[in-house]
């Protein structure tokens, strides 16, 4: 079995045991040191699928623990452990300020921020009438610092559209987010 990483609220695929051996019947218990990545402590037989928990900003490792017995009837053999790791990595969400109020013709300047080390942003704006800078999306860049126009006499609140991701190698997606500048 081959070590796993998982995005938190994945559900994963049911891990299948095998063996080899021609002998006899194969039976396998396991032991996982952290279930609070929403599988059990214990089993035995195949692992089930399960919907992997972390609601942390770090990573979440499970080290799972497989023991084959072998039962030819007559004798009941242990055989030798086998340990593969599950990894679920937490969601990347955006926890900055959620509004902002700026000057006309000023930039935006907004750092996006999440507690998940390693998260990287994509965000966006539609276009809006009476902000003279046409709508972006797909945008990197962070802090924010476009410079907005506000032609006409009004406040006028933009809506920026966010979303973190990472870290690699599952790069998970966060939850969307919304901040709306003045």
Known sequence: VANQELCRATTTNA???S??????TTTYTWV???PSIGLAATGSGNIA???????????????????P???????SCAGTPTVFTI??????????????????????????TSATPG????????????????????QTSNPINEVLTNTTLSPITVSYFMTGQG????????????????
Do not use: E, H
């Open 19 to 24: 063996t080899n051996n021609p002998l006899g």
């Open 87 to 112: 990894t679920v990595n937490p969601t990347p969400n955006v926890n900055s300020a959620s509004a902002k109020t700026i000057c006309n013709n000023a930039p935006v300047d907004y750092t996006i």
């Open 69 to 75: 017995t072998l039962d030819d009837g007559i004798l």
């Open 167 to 182: 870290p690699a190698p599952t790069n998970c997606l966060g939850t969307p987010f919304f901040l709306m500048v003045t």
């Open 15 to 17: 891990i299948t045991f």
């Open 119 to 138: 998260t990287t942003f994509t965000w966006g704006r539609a276009g809006i009438t009476g902000i003279s800078q046409p709508g972006v999306f797909n």
């Open 32 to 34: 996982n040191d952290n």
């Open 49 to 67: 699928a399960f919907t992997a928990i972390n609601n942390g900003t770090n990573p979440a490792v499970a080290t799972i623990t497989v023991t």
